[in-house]
């Protein structure tokens, strides 16, 4: 729902990121277990300027890396966790596992993907068998059966936006929209190799310059997969694609829940999208017994399906023979990978260096068999102390969360009850699943990464279509513990925050209490406010796609909102520049929120004991100058007035400043009228 900026531009996206997004946070210090006192300047009034006060002293010493456009915490957390799952698998690797046994699956992938030497002594024999067989298409009823047969569940609309699969189209199975007990078929738009429909129709010159790098990229892949007359038939297949992303949806529409919703049995397809053989696709893709699917994009589907019909098959056998080319080229002798790379990374991306091997091997494995480093990353790093700590704190958010939606004046009492049913049947994961994924369908061969890979992504696709029908597991996660980031799974009333997120500086068993609650526990209080706020109202308790507000709570939200949208219209991170209150609303509302709810947290969990100080610092204290660390970061002039314009977070500085609307910050600093961040109790804002 949240596109993920370019800032935390990983391959997991997802809403919940929403809360790190556009902001780079403080360096962590895992020896330092409370707020960083050296991070602090207290030559700053806090009343004045809170994020200077909280972050000052780091904000003179941190300078932006000449290669980046910020700095903070989150790309160091990644690293640190790429490291140790590198680590684990090296150990993995020489433990000399059983034949069979997960242990040895993950060191023989990984093996496999580091022995560059094989894959170059192999040459184009992994590859040819699978370019044969598209050679031998021999008309339109064989290649509907072959576009099925590349079918993958490789897309993700809701928990990690991911809209983009060369395939002709991609599955994503999970509850129905309107049956959210058993798992549904989604089938989404795809074709294209270019990240977006833009690419091939935007008019700008940037885009139109990556048209002609793509066009010469699909010739050299062609020519040294020994393909004649090569620069012909990338123009083909550039047509081909071209007229694909005429079809397709853009980026904004495609977050469009209710545009998305539609049922279609199998006879629809040949009815409304004529052209392709479906019959034979779904054959070929294993779901000749599914009766009903939920087609994102129909229009998409009714165009893509008669481009089949309508361009020649010899375009459609270079088209596929291409995007093979390109699914593989990593894993192809070094011509293939440095001329993937050479368009990919440098002239689409504009990175001027491949990352290192051994981390591109770290992806494949935690993208192939990621729950079984997972589980081992969990046991090392996640212990079960910190997590019944970090639950312990959830269910005291849970439980203020609970007390603000019953005492709201403006909520309908049916709209209150459904929010409370959104409350007790909320799912909060934390560090890890519950259960693990189970790769038995998966068989990993020591020194063919061509041909794991391939494996890899169909028990992958087939684990999922075996499931569909079958009862939803609302406990199921989509992010494996290594990942640093979070989720909000709104099908299943879920969110997930995995162990390698859930480390200092955001969270820490070691720390005071009052330090974890400013940090992660507003954090987590941010994710639950998504729940109930204009987005969450669109699913239920029980993750249907259901409206529970009436048009009166929605009027009252809107009033009640338009006040905080009026507090961040005034923030100006430049004097010409002002942040677009509207445009950050939803954000800012589960930054108040997170807040609020973290703090009312923190005072339950201390049942009545005195709040205990530290370093000279009252728990209130620590908590609102925790929270404020949270935002530690620095961007360049050019990046933050871009992330103004463009995103939906507020800059680093002013969520920081978000304490000024809750009353306890007020004491805690002596914070007196006249001081800049003062507000009239009347002029803070409350929302849940
Ligand atoms: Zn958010």
Redesign the pocket.
């Known amino acids: 729902m ?1 596109q993920l900026p370019a800032l935390l531009n990983i391959t997991l996206a997802g809403v919940a990121v ?2 790190l997004a556009g902001s780079t946070l403080v360096k962590p210090t895992p020896e330092i277990h409370g707020v960083s006192l050296g991070s602090m300047d207290r030559a700053v009034k806090p009343g004045d300027d809170f994020f200077r006060y909280a972050n000052g002293e780091w904000i003179k010493k941190t300078e932006i890396p000449p290669d980046r456009a910020a700095v903070g915490v989150f790309d160091q957390l990644e690293d640190l966790s790429n490291k140790r799952t590198a680590d684990l698998i090296s150990e993995l690797s020489k433990s000399n596992a059983a034949a069979g046994s997960g242990e040895r699956k993950v060191a023989d992938l990984y093996n496999s993907y580091m022995d560059e030497a094989a894959i170059e002594a192999k040459g184009l024999a992994p590859i040819r068998p699978r370019l044969e067989a598209i050679g031998n298409i021999r008309d339109k009823r064989e290649l509907a059966r072959v576009l099925g047969e590349t079918l993958r569940a490789d897309v993700d609309p809701l928990n990690n936006t991911n809209f983009h699969t060369d395939n002709l189209f991609g599955l994503w199975t999970a509850p129905g929209f309107s049956g959210s007990e058993h798992y549904a078929a989604y089938l989404l738009q795809g074709g294209i190799e270019l990240p977006d429909r833009d690419y091939y129709l935007s008019d700008s010159e940037s885009m139109r310059k990556v048209r002609e790098q793509y066009l010469t990229h699909v010739s050299t892949m062609l020519k040294l997969a020994g393909f004649s007359d090569t620069d012909a038939r990338a123009k083909r297949i550039f047509d081909l694609e071209h007229a694909i992303a005429q079809s397709h949806r853009s980026l904004a529409d495609n977050d469009d829940i209710h545009k998305a919703n539609n049922t279609w049995t199998p006879a629809d397809f040949a009815a409304k999208a004529p052209g392709l053989d479906w019959t034979q696709y779904f054959r070929g893709a294993g779901l000749s017994n599914v009766d009903h699917f939920i087609v994102w994009q129909p229009e998409a589907f009714k165009a893509e399906s008669a481009l089949v019909a309508s361009v020649p098959l010899d375009t459609w056998k270079d088209w596929l023979a291409s995007h093979e080319l390109e699914d593989f080229g990593g894993v192809l002798p070094k011509a293939f990978a440095q001329e993937s790379f050479a368009f990919y990374g440098k002239d689409l991306s504009g990175t001027e260096e491949q990352r290192p091997r051994w981390q591109r091997g770290v992806f494949v494995v935690n993208d192939l068999l990621g729950d079984i480093v997972g589980q081992v990353y969990a046991q090392h790093y996640f212990p079960p102390e910190a997590k019944a700590q970090a639950q312990a704190m959830v269910a005291n958010l849970i439980a203020a969360y609970r007390k603000r939606i019953e005492a709201l004046p403006w909520m309908n009492p049916s709209t209150k009850a459904e929010a409370e049913a959104k409350l007790s049947t909320l799912y909060v994961g934390i560090g890890y699943p519950e259960t693990w994924h189970d790769y038995s369908n998966f068989e990993v061969k020591p020194d063919d990464i061509f041909g794991n890979i391939w494996r890899g992504s169909l028990a992958a696709y087939q684990r999922q279509v075996a499931r569909l029908g079958k009862t939803v597991d609302r406990k199921e996660w989509s992010m494996t513990p290594q990942t640093v980031n979070a989720v909000n799974l709104p099908l299943q009333n879920a969110l997930n925050f995995p162990a390698a997120i859930l480390q200092p500086p955001f969270y820490d068993p070691k720390a005071p209490a009052a330090v974890n609650y400013g940090a992660i526990g507003a954090i987590i209080g ?1 994710e639950i406010s ?1 729940t109930f706020d204009t987005e969450g109202s669109t699913f239920d308790s029980k993750g249907q796609l259901r409206n529970w507000w009436t048009p009166e709570d929605l009027k009252q939200f809107e009033a009640a909102t338009a006040r905080l949208a009026a507090q961040y219209d005034a923030y100006k991170p430049f004097p010409d520049l002002s942040l677009n209150g509207k445009q950050t609303l939803a ?1 800012n509302i ?1 930054d108040v929120a997170g807040i609020a709810a973290a703090y009312d947290g923190y005072h339950a969990s201390l049942g009545g004991s005195a709040p205990p100080s530290e370093d000279g610092l009252s728990a209130d204290q620590q908590f609102f100058i925790a929270f404020a660390q949270n935002y530690a970061g620095k961007m360049r002039e050019a990046a933050l007035r871009q992330e103004v314009a463009t995103d939906s977070h507020s800059p680093d500085e002013f969520r920081a400043s978000t304490v000024r609307n809750i009353d306890a910050w007020y004491p805690a600093f002596d914070v007196q009228p006249g001081q800049k961040l003062y507000l009239a109790p009347a002029d803070r804002v409350r929302i849940w």
Do not use: D, L, P
């Open positions: 949240k929403c809360v941010h998504h954000e589960a």
